[in-house]
C-alpha cells in the first residue's frame, strides 16, 4: 500500500516558522497532486493548499495565504509545506494527502493520508 508520513511538526510560538515534510512511498508519486490539510480538535478537516503534479500550479486557502507555501519534489517523493508566520488559530494536525486529480479542495477526493502531524503555536 502507499505510505504518507507527514513530519516537522512541533511547538513553536506565534510569528515562527515551521517546515513540514511528507514522504511518499512507491514509484507514481508525480502522477497525483497532492495536497495539505489540518484538523483541529472539535473542529472538521480543513483544506491548507494543495500542488498540481508537476508543482506548477498550487493553490491556497485564504487563512494561510501569503503565509504558508506548498511545494514538491518529486525526485524525492516528497511534499512540503514551509509556514511563516504561524498564528495559534494554526494549531491542529496537518495531514498529506494525494489525489489522481488536479489541485483540488474536497476531503472526500483524496485517496490516500498519511498520520498527520501536531503543529501548536503559542501566544
Known amino acids: 500500500q502507499v505510505q504518507l508520513v507527514e513530519s516537522g511538526g512541533g511547538l513553536v510560538q506565534a510569528g515562527g516558522s515551521l517546515r513540514l515534510s511528507c514522504a511518499v512511498s512507491?514509484?507514481?508519486?508525480?502522477?497525483?497532486?497532492m495536497g495539505w490539510f489540518r484538523q483541529a480538535p472539535g473542529k472538521e478537516r480543513e483544506f491548507v493548499a494543495a500542488i498540481s503534479r508537476s508543482g506548477g500550479t498550487t493553490d491556497y486557502a485564504d487563512s494561510v495565504k501569503d503565509r504558508f507555501t506548498i511545494s514538491r519534489d518529486n525526485v524525492k517523493n516528497t511534499v512540503y509545506l514551509q509556514m511563516n508566520s504561524l498564528k495559534p488559530e494554526d494549531t491542529a494536525v496537518y495531514y498529506c494527502a494525494k489525489t489522481a486529480l488536479g489541485p483540488i479542495r474536497r476531503v472526500s477526493e483524496y485517496s490516500s493520508w498519511g498520520q498527520g502531524t501536531q503543529v501548536t503555536v503559542s501566544l
Open positions: 512507491g514509484r507514481t508519486f508525480s502522477w497525483y497532486a
